[in-house]
């Protein structure tokens, strides 16, 4: 997504601006090109060297630099920009915009510009709160920049409240949200993510490898692409989830009561999640001791996307296949079983897909048989592949009806 991308990066004078250098790094391992624009103050905090390093495009700091003899800097740099983003930003550089002042560099910027503009704003507790900072900030809402919301925290003053520059992941990924298409604006996806466990007593239970990162990289990017999601998690480690709605639940039976309870208005559902096809049949009140064999006694959990599958008014269904051996005659039964749309299979044996890693290599398969195979990608590159598959389908449902 930000691969060949031209991102300019503002950088104002206060404290986080030291942060600014990660989120360049960030930017420029996923393919961007970056060019910064430091306000003088800034060049109090951070060295313009540093940027103008890891950019490898020199740093503008003065409102007179020509990059070539026919250009004017801040008009060439905004005509070929998709992106601008000030980080962070100070009251000062909010109110001097809001109020139409452009005396350096980065405003004139701001001003020339007709790419959107993210600000992620980095200040005293007091000084956020202060309702001509909040008027300024209405007032550029309200003329479609974007804002991202400060964290809370310990501030570098050594106070404690909102302030914090936001998290560089979260800032990250509100850049990927404005360089995406609105493409599933209407739609209202719940996404499911996770294993699930069921407990064998009050020590033990029954899980699977599922880390959630298929699931939670399909709620980010379906998100940003526009759509409302809704996100069924099972127990996972600490996921990002910004501005998507989490469930979260433990076992297959409050999984399909979670699913049951959101599906309103929901267009479309992705089971990525690792359901326990099985469950302890009895829970053990007290930790089994060790004495001799021990037999489980197991019985069958619902099948919640089968369940689905069954509605008059079902949803979308796209339903994931996580098998070991053929692949294709496998997930193509769950098709028709579980009277699914689409199916992601997935070989969970095979190095870089399935459960815990990164990465996923898929194969989709429609209704009528017809497979699609990818390679090797980013778990956040098969999500975008499965969103434009669905939507494809969608559309083609829609003209043919
Ligand atoms: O979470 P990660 O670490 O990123 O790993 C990703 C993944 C390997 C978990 C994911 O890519 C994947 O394959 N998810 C589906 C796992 C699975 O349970 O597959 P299955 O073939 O057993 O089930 C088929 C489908 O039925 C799945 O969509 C599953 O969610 C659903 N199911 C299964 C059992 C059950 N009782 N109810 C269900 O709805």
């Known amino acids: ?77 905004a005509s070929r920009a998709d992106l601008l983003v000030i980080a962070p930003a100070t009251a000062n550089i909010i109110g001097k915009i809001a109020n139409g002042i452009a005396d350096d560099f980065l405003t004139t910027m701001v001003m020339a510009t007709r790419v959107p503009v993210l600000f992620a704003p980095a200040m005293n507790t007091n000084m956020w709160a202060s309702r001509v900072v909040q008027r300024n900030i209405s007032d550029l809402k309200e003329m479609d920049y974007n804002f991202m919301e400060p964290a809370e925290g310990e501030l570098a003053c050594g106070v404690v409240g909102r302030g914090k520059l936001a998290d560089i992941d979260a800032i990250m990924d509100e850049i990927k949200a404005l360089l995406s298409p609105n493409d599933l604006q209407g739609e209202k996806i719940l996404i499911s993510a996770g294993p699930t466990e069921e407990a064998i007593d009050p020590a033990r239970c029954l899980t699977n490898r599922s880390s959630g990162k298929m699931g939670y990289n399909l709620a980010a990017v379906a998100r940003r692409r526009g759509a409302e ?91 994931f296949a996580a098998e070991t051996n053929k692949l294709f005659d496998h997930a193509q039964g769950k098709i028709k079983r579980k009277n699914l749309d689409m199916i992601v299979a997935n070989d969970v044996t095979a190095p870089g897909a399935g459960f815990s890693v990164d990465t996923n290599i898929i194969c989709i398969i429609d209704r009528d048989g017809q497979m699609t195979d990818f390679p090797l990608m980013s778990k956040e590159n098969v999500a975008g592949v499965i969103l434009d598959h669905m939507l494809k389908l969608k559309k083609k449902r829609r003209l043919l009806a």
């Open 229 to 319: 999601v809704i996100l069924v998690a099972g127990p996972c480690a600490e996921l990002e989830n910004w501005g998507i709605k989490v469930i979260n639940c433990k076992t297959a039976l409050e999984m399909a009561d979670a699913i049951d309870q959101n599906l309103d208005g929901v267009t479309s559902v992705i089971m990525a999640a690792a359901v326990a096809d099985f469950r302890p049949a009895e829970q053990a009140a007290e930790k089994i001791k060790r004495d001799g064999n021990y037999c489980l006694e197991l019985e069958p959990n619902p099948d919640i996307l089968a369940g689905l599958g069954k509605r008059p008014d079902k949803p979308f269904l796209v339903g």
């Open 1 to 77: 997504m930000l691969q060949g991308k031209e991102i300019l990066l503002g950088v104002t004078g206060g404290i986080a601006a030291y942060k600014s250098v990660l989120l360049l790094r960030e930017l420029t391992k996923y393919g961007a090109n970056v060019n910064v624009i430091m306000t003088k103050s800034a060049t109090e905090f951070v060295g313009s060297l540093t940027f103008q390093t890891l950019s490898g495009n020199p740093v503008t700091t003065d409102i007179f630099t020509l990059f070539a003899s026919s250009e004017i800097g801040h008009v060439s740099l």
